[in-house]
């Protein structure tokens, strides 16, 4: 017969290894890593040193927004001069097919590039290349815009102090609390030229319609098969998949409260499906009634190469802009995506025509849908690939 010394002694033993068990889960998963390990170091090197020459802007450059953290670039660094390549191999397929968010992407990077090159005495001329966006090309690497260099007088700004402070923050945010009239048409004028026009919802009303159509276009975009592997493809939930690709949308990054964010970690990864289901509820029950400011960027041709890299640029500065002055901000450009997917298939589209019209400007059609307010909570950082490996020879 077992003692009840012994029944304690056992029961302590499988207590112990219990709880051995679930600490070496935990630090298996990341939940004790978030924001930590080379997957994230770019974001405390992002500064360099003049060593780096005129190599030196990239790092902050490869910080930059892109579609599902694709971050799909690489540069080619000669003399005075970087040349920038959309590393097509890096798209979201169906989601993506004209690669018009690729070209986002770029462009916010140029604009990074572009910030940190005048703060480290370089003022920098960008040429972008012209073209047409085509559907679904081939992975062939295609240069986007050749940035030269010449020196210049130190110019630091707000934007540039920003970048490595600027994250996606899908989190809530506090419905209660508005957005100045003045800070947006700062943001405005910030943002606003001949190729590129920012329109913010505000009223009640309005914002209700066009979030109504936002999450539509979630919805949808979750039942087309295609459209949703694509996707699934840049979604990370093992921290071994993240420190191996360092890209992609992480568990850390898609809103969830720490208490829940750890909880998530330590269960087993859900399945597309699960993911999926669990964005649309997050889009129509939180991410959509607390934003009280919904926006668009809107431009004369969405698949114009040139004009989709000024439109890029343009969210890179908004989104640092807000980021200065303590706001959050938030890609939700799944309308845009059903847009170009609707061109893919030939289907007739009400998407553009519904957007378009809180601009009340004619000849102008959107290419970018987003929220900005005030975060519950601060967003953290997304995986990031280091400058070695997006530099080529």
């Known amino acids: 017969m077992r003692t009840r010394r012994g029944l304690l002694i056992g029961g302590a033993g499988a207590a112990a290894l219990a709880l051995g068990g679930l600490g070496y889960r935990a630090w298996d998963r990341g939940v004790w890593s978030t924001g930590q390990g080379l997957a994230y170091s770019p974001w405390s090197e992002w500064g360099g040193d003049a060593a780096d020459g005129v190599k030196r802007?990239?790092?902050a450059a490869i910080l930059a927004a892109s579609p599902h953290d694709t971050q799909p670039w690489f540069f080619e660094v000669g003399g005075d001069a970087i040349a920038v390549f959309a590393d097509r191999a890096r798209n979201l397929?169906?989601?993506?097919?004209?690669?018009?968010?690729?070209?986002l992407g770029l462009g916010a990077a140029i604009e990074n590039l572009v910030l940190?090159?005048?703060?480290?005495?370089?003022?920098?001329?960008?040429a972008p290349t012209d073209g047409t966006?085509?559907?679904?090309?081939?992975?062939?690497?295609?240069?986007?815009?050749?940035?030269?260099?010449?020196?210049?007088?130190?110019?630091?700004?707000?934007?540039f102090d920003a970048i490595p402070h600027r994250h996606t923050n899908r989190g809530p945010y506090r419905a209660d609390q508005s957005i100045g009239a003045e800070s947006l048409r700062r943001f405005a004028?910030?943002?606003?030229?001949?190729?590129v026009r920012v329109v913010f919802v505000v009223d009640g009303h309005a914002r209700g319609e066009l979030g109504a159509l936002i999450v539509e276009a979630?919805?949808?975009?979750?039942?087309?098969?295609?459209?949703?592997?694509?996707?699934a493809r840049w979604i990370r939930q093992d921290w071994r998949d993240i420190t191996a690709h360092r890209d992609g949308v992480t568990t850390d990054a898609i809103g969830l409260s720490p208490l829940t964010t750890a909880a998530a970690k330590l269960l087993p990864d859900l399945g597309a499906k699960s993911v999926d289901r669990g964005w649309l509820s997050m889009t129509r029950d939180m991410e959509i009634p607390t934003a009280p400011v919904l926006g668009a960027l809107l431009v004369r041709d969405r698949l114009d190469m040139r004009t989709a890299i000024q439109a890029g640029r343009a969210?890179?500065?908004?989104?640092?802009?807000?980021?200065?002055?303590?706001?959050?901000?938030?890609?939700?450009?799944?309308?845009?995506?059903?847009?170009?997917?609707?061109?893919?298939?030939?289907?007739?589209?009400?998407?553009?025509?519904?957007?378009?019209?809180?601009?009340?400007?004619?000849?102008?059609?959107?290419?970018?849908?987003?929220?900005?307010?005030?975060?519950e909570r601060p967003a953290n950082p997304s995986p990031r690939r280091a400058l070695e490996q997006v530099l080529r020879t």
Request: proline share 9%; net charge negative.
């Open 57 to 59: 802007p990239l790092r």
């Open 93 to 103: 397929g169906t989601f993506d097919p004209f690669r018009r968010e690729m070209h």
């Open 116 to 126: 940190a090159a005048r703060a480290y005495g370089l003022a920098a001329d960008v």
């Open 133 to 159: 966006l085509s559907l679904s090309p081939d992975d062939a690497p295609v240069l986007v815009a050749r940035v030269a260099f010449a020196p210049a007088p130190v110019a630091r700004d707000a934007l």
């Open 189 to 195: 004028d910030l943002v606003t030229d001949d190729a």
């Open 218 to 231: 979630t919805d949808r975009i979750i039942n087309d098969p295609q459209m949703a592997a694509d996707s």
């Open 315 to 375: 969210w890179q500065r908004l989104h640092l802009a807000a980021t200065a002055e303590g706001l959050a901000a938030h890609p939700l450009n799944q309308p845009v995506e059903c847009i170009d997917r609707n061109a893919m298939l030939g289907r007739a589209d009400n998407f553009g025509p519904a957007i378009a019209k809180f601009a009340a400007a004619p000849g102008w059609e959107p290419t970018f849908t987003f929220r900005l307010g005030v975060a």
